[in-house]
């Protein structure tokens, strides 16, 4: 039983790694149905017990994206088939289904050995988590999720939990559709020029943008890695619930992050030094702001009203007491406005007319990552939030550079 399996470099580098679990998000006409099928196949062939999925969004899709390919490609290997019921049986007497993800419970009752989910971002997250993975349990079987990105959803949550995790059992991978040597860059390139940015990152880049992300554009984030001269420090505080002992990672991975915008401003506009981010309990919390006001000796420290900030206060002021440095902390409110209007009115104009400038350091990836997909709902907000609310803190004197002659002051102290 001999197959004539001819992989493309990316599909050999996914096909040769042993995880247990592998996350592939991948542009289009990349090759990844036909590295599925060979999978399905290969790994049909090498087990004499349990059942071998291919899951797509629908029966239908299963049919046309799959159905044709494996007959192609396992000709000399099958021994039957079946349309009516989506199963392919094998020289060695292992069954391939293609099922549809819009029907989990006929997908039940089942042992698998090996299971494909392509086009995971189009389906529901419980046809895995309630139904498929519970069937790979007592053979141990294996998983491949492939599919192209659509925005910010439980693929991309997935394919993140693959990457930044230490999990022996999951690792992702990532390709564009250049990584199939078989196409024609100048057809990609054309596709290119007659679509959207968004369009194209997302369909032939595999990127994981959030759709209508485009309040605050790339071009207009200028950066300066040197401090100016002359200006005053402000740092505001986004608070997020506060860090449990004993919660794992993946539990905290849907939780917000307290973010500490530091930043200096002058008649130029904001010099963004450092936004400090993470999930921390509430000592720790307490203790980075500290800091951070202990080092740049700010003029106006900010924190976010709420909960978080009455609870902060006290390790707060504990931690002024024991160190005998005092400071005081501004009340920072939404104005009665709605989140993504507060963020667009302090920060939208600015960057546009190139009034903030950043420090780059390693902060800034997860900051920018923010703040080019904001305001969608399944991304995190809290940099670009704490660095918002320097607004409310800021206050630059102009009025000496202009002139009064018609005018008396009422107020020498403020210009008015």
Sequence with gaps: ????????????????????????????????????????????????????????????????????????????????????????????????????????????????????????????????????????????????????????????????????????????????????????????????????????????????????SEMFKEDWVQFDDEEPGDGDYYISVDLAGFAEAGRSKRKQKHLDNTAIAIVKVNREGWWVKQIIHGRWDLNETARKIFEAVAHHQPIAVGIERGIARQAVMSPLSDLMRQNNRYFRIDELTHGNKNKTDRIVWALQGRFENGAIKICRGAWTDTFLDELYQFPDALTHDDTVDALAYIDQLAKVSYWDECEFDDHEYVDTLVGY
């Excluded at 001999?2 to 992989?7: E, F, Q, T, V």
């Excluded at 419970?105 to 309630?130: F, I």
């Design 1 to 212: 039983m001999n197959l004539d399996i001819s992989l493309l470099s990316w599909q050999q580098e996914v096909w040769n790694d042993k995880t247990r679990f592998k996350v592939v998000a991948a542009g289009r006409r990349t090759g990844k149905s036909r590295l599925a099928a060979y999978l399905l196949l290969v790994s049909a062939l090498q087990t004499d017990r349990g059942n071998i999925f291919y899951v797509a969004p629908t029966q239908g899709q299963a049919r046309d994206i799959m159905w044709n390919l494996l007959l192609e490609l396992g000709n000399d290997v099958i021994a039957s088939s079946h349309v009516n019921n989506m199963q392919i049986k094998l020289a060695n007497g292992t069954t391939i289904s293609l099922k549809g993800a819009d029907r989990p419970d006929t997908m039940r009752g089942v042992s698998l050995k090996y299971l494909v989910l392509d086009e995971y971002a189009d389906m529901k997250p419980e046809t895995w988590e309630l139904v498929l993975r519970p069937a790979l349990t007592d053979l141990k079987g294996q998983a491949l999720f492939i599919g192209t990105p659509v925005g910010r959803n439980h693929f991309y949550d997935l394919y993140s939990w693959a990457i930044s995790e230490n999990d022996a059992d999951w690792r992702a991978f990532h390709y564009t559709s250049y990584d199939n040597n078989l196409l024609e860059k100048a057809e990609i390139d054309a596709a290119k020029k007659s679509m959207s940015s968004y369009a194209f990152r997302q369909e032939f880049m595999a990127s994981f943008e959030a759709r209508g």
